[in-house]
């Protein structure tokens, strides 16, 4: 069955980066468009950015502009989040997300994995 496995996150002080990595497993990840949500504690789960097929048309929430990248690497089946200038706020659980950009009913998502960012 496909999995998404998250990694990378852990705890950060203010303005420190890290680099999430979902790696995927039994999907045509080419096909897929890949996606980062996060839910802080409280909270509803929000995009943080997406990424289409082939790399293109990178987008992300006005919070993270700037500060986070989302790229794919379609050889190793993974996608990347790299967040740089990080804040208290960013303190969520971060999650991957596929979406088939062929077959509607096929999204799926990670288990996720937990930024703090606290001084």
């Known amino acids: 069955q496909v999995q998404l496995v998250e990694s990378g996150g852990g705890s950060v002080q203010p303005g420190g980066s890290l680099r999430l990595s979902c790696a995927a497993s039994?999907?045509?990840?080419?096909?897929?468009?890949m996606r980062w949500y996060r839910q802080a504690t409280g909270k509803d789960r929000e995009l943080v950015a997406g990424i289409t097929i082939a790399g293109g048309s990178p987008n992300y929430v006005d919070s993270v502009k700037g500060r986070f990248t989302i790229s794919r690497d379609d050889a190793k089946n993974t996608v990347y989040l790299q967040m740089n200038s990080l804040k208290p706020e960013d303190t969520a659980v971060y999650y991957c997300?596929?979406?088939?950009?062929?077959?509607?009913?096929?999204?799926?998502w990670g288990k996720g994995t937990l930024v703090t960012v606290s001084s």
């Open positions: 997300n596929a979406v088939s950009r062929y077959f509607s009913g096929r999204n799926y």
């Open positions: 039994k999907l045509f990840f080419s096909t897929y468009a």
